[in-house]
Each structure stands twice: as C-alpha cells, then as structure tokens.
C-alpha cells in the first residue's frame, strides 16, 4: 500500500507537497468566505474561480510543452515558489484591512498562472522519482496526501479564522510553499533525454495532438473529465453560498462541508493505493462517474445536514476516484516522449473548463439557487455517464 514511498526522491516529493497543499485547502476555504463576506455573491464566487482557472485555457499546452522540454524540477522550484509570494501578499492586504475583490482576483489569477504552467510538470515528473511498476500506487498516494491535506487543511483554516482571522490562512498558505521548494531542492534526477532542445512550440502542441488522435482510448478518458469538471466543478465552488443560504452556517459550518468532502476524498485515494495496478480501471472509471453524478444530485436535494453529509462524502469518495484513476490510465497508456503534452491536455479537460463552469454554475445560482444549480450539474454528469456507458463499449474493457 506504501511502497512508493521506499524510494527516496518519491517520499520527499510527497511530503514537500502534502504540507504545501495544507496551506493551499486553507487558503482555498479562507478565500471563498472572504470573497463572499466581501460580496454575498455567487457570481463574484464564480469570478474568483474563473480567475484562477482561466490561465490553463491558455498556458497548459504550452506547460506540456515545457515540461517535455526543460528541467522539471527547476520549474516546479520557481513557480511553487511565486505562488507562495502571492498568498503572502494577499496575506499581507488583509492584515492592512485594505483589500478589495479586484485584488483578490488579480492574485488568483497569478496564482493559476504558477499552477498553469508547472502543472503538467507535477504531473509527468511522478514517473521520473518511482520504478514503473510502482507508478500507480505513486499515484494513488499522491492523490491521498491531496486529499489528507483537503481535511486537514480546512480544519486548520477554522481554528486559524478564529485565532488570527482570515490573513492567518494566506500567511500560512504562503510559508507551506517553502515545504515543497525545500523538497524539490533536495530530490536528484538523471537528466532525461530530450531535455533542454529547442524546437518550434506549436509543432510540438501538433504531434501531441495528433499523437492523441491516433489513440481513441486516451480520447475517450479525455472526453470525461472534460465532461465530469465542467459540471462537477459547482458541487465545491458554490459551497460557502450553500452553507450560508441552505443551513445558514458561516465559516465553522464551511469548514465542516469541505471537510467531509474532502474526508470523502481521502477515503477514495486510500482504498486506490490498496488496490495498486489492478485491473479493469476503465469499468471503474465508468462506475465513478455514475456515482459522482448521483451523489451531487442527492446532496443537493436534501435538506437536512445529517442525511446530507454522508453524501457529500460519497461524492468526494467518486470525484477523487475518478480524477486517481484516469490519471493513471493515461500515465500507462502514453510514451514518455509523449507524457508532458497529454498530461497538460489531462488538466487543461478540467482547467480548462473549470472556468466556464464556475461563472455559469455562479450566475445560475444566483437566479435558481445553489441546491437547484447543483442537482441538475450532477444530473448531466450522470446522464452523460450513461451515454459513455452505451457508445464506447471499449472503456470498460482498458
């Protein structure tokens, strides 16, 4: 279930991250909250979102580009270490008492900028610190200390809101990026080959391309995520105006929401790294998104907190299953030559598409409400679910 973590690059890479991704869930509940104290809106949510979505639209393809073509870790050490600065400003104009939301947004937005161009980096350079066949359960793990922070970390941010208020959790967020800059310096590499040549950025963004249209099975999982993050992306963007308008909780209730979303999640991550390299991912993939999409239709429609949270669970449980499996898939499916460029079409389906979704899911909000908005977002997931189900025969059978 662990074994990743016996090789020694892995294990610093993995903590270096866990810690880094405290301080991002803490800043990510702080941030919401203040958006929406600041506005009452789940429009301006929907902005937030957007602005720290919308620079993978443009520099995700070129991020594959580059993690293709330069030291990976070199550039994971630079941009972790700008997106650290940025939460220590943001931290920085809370503490002033002069922040407004057109600051909150510029900062977002510089932050998915980092996170836009390393992210296929982050994700391709997994490969390179475990032998291949321990490469799923690196990846299972990965996704558990993801999900281990996504618990941690909003509980953290409510007894830091109540100690130190709202600049408490930026400040925090901004020193965890010193975790994983302090790992990165400290985990040795071989030089890959290919590294450091130089050639025209589109040509190679066309033979990725087309490197992905000659394999329909790689397609297909595409397609998913695509699918599953344009319209599961609400189910967490609209929860600080679902606490609020549904249960009238404030921060604590959020924390508690996030919390068991994310507790959800780490389950699922968990029971992945027990499974290890299992077979049939493609019937599981399927199976995760009938259920995601259920499970956020169900935890809309229900009022009460009680039979609402273990649902909740479910859905983070189904999300993050979901996301670990397809991910492995296609880190199996792909050429090392190729994993850069896939790996950035992989989060450029849900990076892409987080932004559109969270200004349409916002808006939608604000005229239906949250519960509404959300039921039918997860009913398309599984309505789509079902026509993947009947057209491509193929993915049960990876």
């Known amino acids: 279930m662990f074994r990743a973590l016996a090789h020694r690059n892995y294990r610093l ?9 405290v301080g991002t869930w803490m800043q990510t509940v702080a941030q919401s909250l203040l958006v929406f104290q600041l506005t009452r809106s789940g429009t301006w949510l929907g902005a937030d979102s957007f602005m720290a979505t919308v620079p993978g639209l443009l520099l995700t393809l070129v991020g594959g580009v580059i993690a293709d073509t330069v030291d990976r870790k070199r550039l994971l050490i630079f941009t972790q270490a700008c997106a650290g600065l940025s939460a220590l400003v943001l931290s920085a104009l809370v503490f002033a008492g002069v922040v407004k939301v057109w600051m909150i947004l510029a900062l977002s937005f510089a932050t998915g900028c980092c996170w836009a161009i390393s992210g296929p980096s982050y994700q391709a350079i997994t490969v390179e610190l475990v032998e291949r066949e321990d490469l799923a359960n690196a990846i299972a793990l990965n996704s558990s200390q993801f999900q281990l ?25 901004g020193l965890s990026y010193a975790a994983i800059v302090a790992a990165l310096s400290q985990v040795r590499l071989p030089k890959r080959d290919g590294a450091g040549r130089e050639r025209a950025i589109w040509r190679d963004l066309l033979e990725g391309f ?23 992306t609400p189910y967490l963007v609209l929860m600080p105006m679902f606490a609020h308008n549904v249960y009238g909780w404030g921060g604590a209730g959020l924390s508690l929401l996030m919390g068991t979303a994310g507790a959800g999640a780490l389950a699922g991550a968990v029971f992945l790294a027990y499974l290890g390299d299992f077979r049939r991912k493609g019937l599981l993939l399927l199976g995760t998104l009938f259920s995601g999409g259920a499970c956020i239709t169900a935890f809309a429609s229900v009022a ?27 880190q199996q499916l792909v050429t090392d030559q190729m994993r850069g460029r896939v790996m950035s079409m992989w989060l450029l389906s849900f990076i892409g598409t987080m932004p559109l979704g969270s200004l349409v899911s916002g808006r939608a909000a604000d005229y239906f409400g ?28 990876i």
């Open 13 to 21: 890479f993995w903590t270096g991250a866990f810690l880094s991704n």
């Open 304 to 330: 009460r907190p009680a039979a609402a949270l273990p649902i909740l669970f479910g859905a983070g449980f189904s999300m993050v299953c979901f996301f670990a499996v397809g991910n492995t898939l296609l």
């Open 210 to 232: 087309h490197y992905v249209r000659g394999r329909p099975r790689v397609g297909v999982v595409l397609l998913c995520s695509t699918v599953v993050s344009l319209f599961g």
């Open 149 to 173: 922070a996504r618990v941690i970390g909003p509980t953290l941010a409510g007894v830091t809101m109540q100690l130190l208020g709202l600049a408490g959790c930026f400040l925090a967020n």
């Open 370 to 397: 949250p519960s509404h908005t959300r039921a039918a977002c997860g009913l398309v997931i599984f309505l789509f679910a079902l026509i993947v189900a009947a057209r491509y025969p193929r993915l049960r059978e």
